[in-house]
């Protein structure tokens, strides 16, 4: 029995400016607040924890090329995170959250699909992020800290091929994934005695 509770109010905003430079290609600005909402630990001796909030700073573009064959999207962001909720896992095998302190984020974000021929198509993607504490609110943190389980960089690569097989419809694809080394906490003295996830390729 957890005698214990959380209120809070605020309000959220967005707004989006978008340019058509013609019926194919678009570039567009975008700034939005998210949030996710506060909460109670499971412990009853661990205080409750607040919401954290999420100031996005957006410009992107979403362009079609050789008669819409070709698709090619991106985007730059720019993230600040005020009081980021932090999971770990605490006694008794209890997870415990946190609001950790503030955090930003960069990155750049992009994704090519390519059709060169009826049913034959192609996609790729990829994602950089430069992740960092700027401020720190529980013990055995610093700032300039990088943000846990965040790779620097994914890519992904999908072939497929969709043709008529007799009375069925059947397809052949392969594709490929790359996951960057990650940091497993924000915590020094848990991220020196676990060590980074090292970085790895999938195949299917």
């Known amino acids: 029995n957890l005698n214990a509770s959380t209120e809070e109010d ?3 905003y967005r707004a989006n400016l978008e340019w058509n430079l013609d019926d194919d290609r678009m570039l567009y600005a975008t700034y939005s607040e998210g949030f996710r909402p506060a909460g109670i630990n499971r412990r009853a001796t661990q205080p409750p924890y607040s ?43 209890l997870t415990e959250i946190q609001n ?20 034959l198509v192609f996609t790729a993607a990829a994602t950089w992020l430069d992740t960092e504490l700027t401020s720190a609110s529980i013990p055995d943190t610093t700032v300039g800290t990088r ?22 419809d059947a397809f052949v694809q392969g594709g490929a994934s790359y996951i960057g080394d990650r940091s497993i906490d924000i915590r020094a003295s848990e991220a020196a005695l676990i060590g980074e996830l090292p970085g790895y390729w999938e195949a299917d």
Not at 149 to 166: A, T
């Open 10 to 12: 605020g309000e959220l």
């Open 100 to 119: 950790a302190g503030d955090a930003e984020i960069d990155g750049i974000e992009t994704d090519l699909t390519w059709a060169p021929v009826h049913g």
């Open 51 to 93: 919401a954290d909030f999420l100031d996005n700073y957006e410009i992107g573009w979403k362009t079609d090329w050789a008669d819409g064959r070709l698709r090619w999207n991106g985007a730059i962001f720019h993230e600040v995170w005020e009081d980021f909720q932090f999971a770990f896992l605490g006694q008794s095998g």
């Open 147 to 168: 943000l846990p389980v965040s790779p620097d960089l994914k890519f992904d690569f999908v072939g497929r091929y969709e043709f008529n097989l007799g009375n069925w």
